[in-house]
């Protein structure tokens, strides 16, 4: 039992809550820059197996470090007495757990029509995701260290695993990506659905706070600007505009990826050339 304290004190080494650009904030933006302008530059020939166990050893990691969140959320050690008590709250089925299992079953998976859409999905919705919470990690801070370092993580791998998708032409920069990543994301967002039915008619909501992707009809609505239209729009049709809103955030991701694949090819034409034209 002292030995099972002793770990739990350990999980939950404290810190001062980080702040939103604060130096640990910074840090993390930082690593993520560097690893996606280090994978550009050096990865672009990464053969496909290479690729492929990247993607999975990284996800084993994120679930790794998820079940390290789940053991401190759930364990707790109070006047000499271990406690439990799962935070539902926490269930790991929301938006930015997806990668995990994404990426897992990505890499055990073999060449095909579910795995391209898979990855399409973390060449997509998943770089999308990352994104928005390492530009605004709002409420993702907390005053445990390694929550903390596990959720950086968390999103960041997403952003970096999504570029190295892209950059090594694994994930094809083209138009008809995003829709081989949809599929993925509405399945998602399905079971999400099922789940917060499940936990309203077993009774879970008179206890605790479930509500997956934040979609529950039965939970109060907390995400910015959907919460407005759950308030006003069926249940069945939100789904619909959750799905779609998200979609066409996918899509801006993939319609930058080309901007700027299409800039760089640009930019080396024009060395290229200007190359030729000094030999001569």
Same mark, same amino acid.
């Given at each position: 039992?002292?030995?099972?304290?002793?770990?739990?004190?350990?999980?939950?080494?404290?810190?001062?809550?980080?702040?939103?650009y604060?130096?640990?904030?910074?840090?993390?933006?930082?690593?993520?820059i560097?690893?996606?302008?280090?994978?550009?530059? #050096?990865?672009?020939?990464?053969?496909?197996?290479?690729?492929r166990?990247?993607?999975?050893?990284?996800a084993?990691?994120?679930?790794v470090?998820?079940?390290?969140?789940? %053991?401190? #959320?759930?364990f707790?050690?109070?006047?000499?007495?271990?406690?439990?008590? !799962?935070?539902?709250?926490?269930?790991?089925?929301?938006?930015?757990?997806?990668?995990?299992?994404?990426?897992?079953?990505?890499?055990?998976?073999?060449?095909?029509?579910?795995?391209?859409?898979?990855?399409? !999905?973390?060449?997509?919705y998943?770089?999308?995701?990352?994104?928005?919470?390492?530009?605004?990690?709002?409420?993702?801070?907390?005053?445990t260290?390694?929550?903390?370092?596990q959720?950086?993580?968390?999103?960041?791998? /997403?952003?970096?695993?999504?570029?190295?998708?892209?950059?090594t =032409?694994?994930?094809?920069?083209?138009?008809?990506?995003?829709?081989?990543?949809?599929?993925?994301?509405?399945?998602?967002?399905?079971?999400?659905a099922?789940?917060?039915?499940?936990?309203?008619?077993?009774?879970?909501?008179?206890?605790?706070?479930?509500? /997956?992707?934040?979609?529950?009809?039965?939970?109060?609505?907390?995400?910015?600007?959907?919460?407005?239209?759950?308030?006003?729009?069926p249940?069945?049709?939100?789904l619909?505009?959750?799905i779609?809103?998200f979609?066409?955030?996918?899509y801006?991701?993939?319609?930058?990826a080309?901007?700027?694949?299409? %800039?760089?090819?640009?930019?080396? =034409?024009?060395?290229?050339?200007?190359?030729l034209?000094?030999?001569?």
């Amino acid at each position: 039992m002292d030995f099972f304290v002793k770990a739990l004190e350990i999980l939950d080494w404290r810190m001062q809550r980080p702040t939103m650009y604060g130096w640990f904030h910074w840090m993390w933006l930082a690593l993520t820059i560097a690893a996606c302008v280090l994978l550009w530059r #050096y990865c672009r020939n990464t053969p496909v197996e290479r690729t492929r166990a990247a993607v999975f050893w990284t996800a084993v990691v994120v679930l790794v470090l998820e079940l390290y969140k789940q %053991i401190n #959320y759930t364990f707790g050690y109070d006047t000499g007495t271990v406690t439990v008590d !799962f935070q539902w709250y926490a269930f790991p089925w929301q938006f930015c757990s997806m990668p995990m299992y994404v990426g897992f079953l990505m890499g055990i998976m073999r060449k095909g029509k579910i795995h391209d859409a898979l990855a399409a !999905f973390l060449a997509t919705y998943a770089v999308f995701a990352g994104v928005c919470v390492l530009l605004y990690p709002s409420d993702v801070f907390i005053s445990t260290i390694g929550i903390n370092v596990q959720t950086m993580i968390c999103h960041c791998s /997403m952003i970096v695993i999504g570029v190295y998708l892209m950059v090594t =032409g694994y994930v094809k920069l083209e138009h008809k990506t995003i829709l081989k990543a949809i599929p993925v994301f509405a399945v998602a967002v399905g079971l999400a659905a099922i789940m917060n039915e499940i936990a309203y008619y077993s009774g879970l909501l008179e206890t605790d706070t479930f509500n /997956m992707f934040f979609i529950s009809p039965h939970c109060e609505p907390s995400l910015p600007v959907y919460s407005l239209v759950q308030q006003v729009v069926p249940f069945p049709f939100c789904l619909i505009i959750y799905i779609a809103a998200f979609s066409l955030a996918a899509y801006l991701i993939l319609l930058i990826a080309m901007g700027i694949q299409s %800039i760089l090819r640009s930019v080396r =034409g024009h060395k290229v050339l200007a190359l030729l034209v000094f030999m001569q």
